[in-house]
């Protein structure tokens, strides 16, 4: 079947919302830097949030889920990218004019309508990636489109709001943010779920993502775009996948989640053919492993720590049914009650040797709980209140398999290629006017003026052939997130244009798998490397050793050079150093000076001299 016609069979809707920072000179309310170089680090300042009522009087319940959590923030602040603002200390400053010129200039990109005052609003966000608890983000676009082959896609809203902090780490009790991106201008573009299949939903993100750094206004990098997709089918439910940062796994991991709702309709019909049901009842249970082996459950029950069971009818032979790669419907359970704080669960479906339990510990669970033949079982050990706030959350979503696939928020694992829960997905209740900032009129001969700077796909793709050479490279370009970045080099530096496509395409991939962070060298190291490269003073094999070296500034490249004696041998040094290689094989000639100055001759100025 073709796999337009199976997903169509499926009822799938699918749609997008994609996420891309500005490159502006300062943040959206503030004059801090927003280009997350090295920076020193000042201070902390630490934070405990809670839901408050939206615009509309109601509490959300993805910021409700969130503030239940009761965990604390820590935040750490830098001297040149964190200010007043950022820590909801000041009130924002005049909105940044440059970041709203570039959200207009993309939204008459996707041929939207413009409203006449720009709204800044606050949105609630309360799982701490921003100290105040909300979001700054206002319309700037609506009923625009794009088109992907000879499919319309409608594009209903834009907006331009501000980035969050970024995770460093997290606990149960604590999570630790750093606040230099925060603030930096986002804009978030948003499909109306008409997208038939996976491969069309990564062919739209490509789309999006091409014309975004056609405008030459966006930053680069791994984290600078992410593309959250909504999807649905047929008797299942909406879920958000989010955090996407790799577009070649965006069909993938929308398979498995197809393959993981679809499973969990299986499993439905099956436990309501057992007549399954979920009471949300538990039972402590500790003096039952008041002498158990398990090592797992004597260190959560130290210190006052409990055990409570709960009992799953007709749960038995399918609580652990696999439902994706690595994951089962005990995962799902899991992951529930992992939100408060616990490392996860013990459920009956599993190998309960793994743990240690004794066959008189197993019985006596399933003893006290009343456990039938169909029946399973759950256990969490742990703090009493984290238990037992646990334990029913757990008991929550085992119900929900009986009855329904909940609408969640869901965060993609690129290793497993799945996804897992988040949190509840958001409603519209976490909206409310900021009061701090005037809305902002939108001047109708500046919306006439972005019609000349419309990026345009094909001229560009013809430009980039004219200057590459190379077709294929040229239809790689014009597809990466390295497209700005070969536009500054290519300009700035005057290197061979098709080196430079080669380096940032396929060099550049290669030397990342390897480990190395070479998106963190900066942008304008790059060009002084390249621009070292077309003055004839280093070779190409000494740039790769150069960006090898991760250089953070000028004169750490000048130290690598140093170090590793990366400067060119040529012209006359070149034709005297020859001098003292002996032979009359020019291929034995070129092998044995390559060996020994690989870093240092231009193999084309070498096999030249020796013609």
């Given at each position: 079947?073709?796999?337009?016609?199976?997903?169509?069979?499926?009822?799938?809707?699918?749609?997008?919302?994609?996420?891309?920072?500005?490159?502006?000179?300062?943040?959206?309310?503030?004059?801090?830097?927003?280009?997350?170089?090295?920076?020193?680090?000042?201070?902390?300042?630490?934070?405990?949030?809670?839901?408050?009522?939206?615009?509309?009087?109601?509490?959300?319940?993805?910021?409700?889920?969130e503030?239940?959590?009761?965990?604390?923030?820590?935040?750490?602040?830098?001297?040149?990218?964190?200010?007043?603002?950022?820590?909801d200390?000041?009130?924002p400053?005049?909105?940044?004019?440059?970041?709203?010129?570039?959200?207009?200039?993309?939204?008459?990109?996707?041929?939207s309508?413009?409203?006449?005052?720009?709204?800044?609003?606050?949105?609630?966000?309360?799982?701490?990636?921003?100290?105040?608890?909300?979001?700054?983000?206002?319309q700037?676009?609506?009923a625009?489109?794009?088109?992907?082959?000879?499919?319309?896609?409608p594009?209903?809203?834009?907006?331009?709001?501000?980035?969050?902090?970024?995770?460093?780490?997290?606990?149960?009790?604590?999570?630790?943010?750093?606040?230099?991106?925060?603030?930096?201008?986002?804009?978030?573009?948003?499909?109306?779920?008409?997208?038939?299949?996976?491969?069309?939903?990564?062919?739209?993100?490509?789309?999006?993502?091409?014309?975004?750094?056609?405008?030459?206004?966006?930053?680069?990098?791994?984290?600078?775009?992410?593309?959250?997709?909504?999807?649905?089918?047929?008797?299942?439910?909406?879920?958000?996948?989010?955090?996407?940062?790799?577009?070649?796994?965006?069909?993938?991991?929308?398979?498995?989640?197809?393959?993981r709702?679809?499973?969990?309709?299986?499993?439905?019909?099956?436990?309501?053919?057992?007549?399954?049901?979920?009471?949300?009842?538990?039972?402590?249970?500790?003096?039952?492993?008041?002498?158990?082996?398990?090592?797992?459950?004597?260190?959560?029950?130290?210190n006052g720590?409990?055990?409570?069971?709960?009992?799953?009818?007709?749960?038995?032979?399918?609580?652990?049914?696999?439902?994706?790669?690595?994951?089962?419907?005990?995962?799902?359970?899991?992951?529930?009650?992992?939100?408060?704080?616990?490392?996860?669960?013990?459920?009956?479906?599993?190998?309960?040797?793994?743990?240690?339990?004794?066959?008189?510990?197993?019985?006596?669970?399933?003893?006290?709980?009343?456990?039938?033949?169909?029946?399973?079982?759950?256990?969490?050990?742990?703090?009493?209140?984290?238990?037992?706030?646990?334990?029913?959350?757990?008991?929550?979503?085992?119900a929900?398999?009986?009855?329904?696939?909940p609408?969640?928020?869901?965060?993609?694992?690129?290793?497993?290629?799945?996804?897992?829960?988040?949190?509840?997905?958001?409603?519209?209740?976490?909206?409310?006017?900021?009061?701090?900032?005037?809305?902002?009129?939108?001047?109708?001969d500046?919306?006439?003026?972005?019609?000349?700077?419309?990026?345009?796909?094909?001229?560009?793709?013809?430009?980039?052939?004219?200057?590459?050479?190379?077709?294929?490279?040229?239809?790689?370009?014009?597809?990466?997130?390295?497209?700005?970045?070969?536009?500054?080099?290519?300009?700035?530096?005057?290197?061979?244009?098709?080196?430079?496509?080669?380096?940032?395409?396929?060099?550049?991939?290669?030397?990342?798998?390897?480990?190395?962070?070479?998106?963190?060298?900066?942008?304008?190291?790059?060009?002084?490397?390249?621009?070292?490269?077309?003055?004839?003073?280093?070779?190409?094999?000494?740039?790769?050793?150069?960006?090898?070296?991760?250089?953070?500034?000028?004169?750490?490249?000048?130290?690598?050079?140093?170090?590793?004696?990366?400067?060119?041998?040529?012209?006359?040094?070149?034709?005297?150093?020859?001098?003292?290689?002996?032979?009359?094989?020019?291929?034995?000639?070129?092998?044995?000076?390559?060996?020994?100055?690989?870093?240092?001759?231009?193999?084309?100025?070498?096999?030249?001299?020796?013609?």
């Open positions: 079947m073709h796999e337009a016609d199976y997903y169509k069979g499926l009822g799938f809707k699918c749609g997008l919302e994609i996420h891309q920072r500005l490159a502006t000179e300062h943040k959206l309310f503030c004059a801090c830097d927003p280009n997350l170089a090295e920076d020193e680090e000042i201070g902390k300042i630490e934070r405990v949030q809670r839901a408050v009522a939206g615009e509309l009087g109601k509490v959300d319940v993805s910021t409700s889920f503030s239940a959590k009761k965990r604390t923030f820590t935040y750490n602040m830098f001297r040149r990218s964190t200010c007043l603002v950022d820590i200390e000041e009130p400053h005049n909105l940044n004019m440059e970041a709203l010129d570039v959200a207009l200039l993309i939204a008459a990109t996707f041929n309508g413009v409203p006449d005052e720009i709204e800044v609003m606050r949105k609630g966000v309360v799982d701490g990636s921003d100290p105040s608890g909300f979001q700054r983000t206002m700037v676009g609506y625009g489109s794009l088109e992907v082959g000879k499919k319309r896609i594009i209903p809203s834009i907006f331009l709001e501000e980035e969050s902090s970024g995770i460093v780490s997290q606990s149960t009790e604590n999570v630790l943010y750093d606040t230099d991106r925060l603030g930096i201008p986002l804009i978030e573009i948003d499909t109306d779920p008409v997208i038939a299949t996976p491969q069309e939903c990564k062919e739209v993100a490509f789309r999006i993502g091409m014309l975004l750094r056609l405008t030459g206004k966006v930053q680069r990098g791994i984290g600078s775009i992410r593309q959250d997709v909504n999807l649905s089918i047929s008797g299942g439910a909406r879920v958000e996948l989010k955090g996407f940062q790799e577009l070649e796994i965006v069909d993938v991991i929308i398979e498995n989640e197809v393959e709702q679809l499973n969990l309709l299986k499993l439905r019909d099956k436990l309501r053919e057992r007549h399954a049901k979920v009471e949300n009842t538990s039972l402590d249970l500790t003096k039952v492993f008041s002498q158990t082996d398990s090592k797992m459950i004597r260190d959560n029950t130290k720590g409990v055990v409570y069971g709960a009992r799953l009818d007709g749960f038995a032979g399918i609580i652990g049914s696999t439902i994706n790669p690595n994951r089962r419907l005990g995962t799902e359970v899991s992951d529930y009650a992992k939100v408060s704080g616990i490392k996860g669960i013990i459920h009956s479906d599993e190998d309960l040797r793994k743990y240690s339990l004794s066959e008189s510990e197993i019985n006596a669970t399933r003893s006290n709980l009343g456990c039938k033949e169909n029946d399973a079982f759950i256990l969490v050990s742990g703090p009493e209140q984290s238990v037992k706030v646990a334990i029913s959350r757990a008991l929550t979503r085992a929900l398999a009986v009855n329904e696939i609408s969640e928020t869901r965060a993609v694992d690129s290793v497993n290629l799945t996804t897992k829960f988040l949190r509840p997905i958001p409603g519209g209740a976490r909206l409310y006017p900021e009061t701090d900032a005037m809305p902002v009129g939108v001047d109708k500046v919306l006439e003026k972005l019609g000349s700077k419309i990026p345009n796909i094909e001229a560009t793709q013809a430009r980039l052939q004219k200057e590459i050479g190379n077709a294929q490279l040229a239809e790689q370009m014009i597809k990466s997130v390295q497209l700005p970045l070969y536009n500054l080099i290519s300009s700035e530096s005057g290197a061979d244009r098709k080196f430079v496509a080669a380096f940032l395409l396929e060099k550049m991939k290669e030397l990342r798998r390897s480990g190395l962070e070479v998106d963190a060298v900066p942008e304008n190291v790059l060009v002084y490397i390249f621009k070292g490269y077309a003055n004839g003073n280093l070779t190409k094999n000494a740039v790769e050793e150069l960006v090898k070296g991760l250089p953070v500034n000028i004169d750490s490249v000048e130290s690598i050079v140093s170090q590793k004696k990366l400067s060119r041998i040529s012209g006359k040094e070149l034709s005297k150093l020859l001098g003292s290689f002996k032979g009359e094989d020019r291929g034995a000639i070129i092998k044995a000076v390559m060996s020994k100055y690989r870093l240092n001759v231009d193999g084309e100025e070498l096999n030249s001299l020796l013609k």
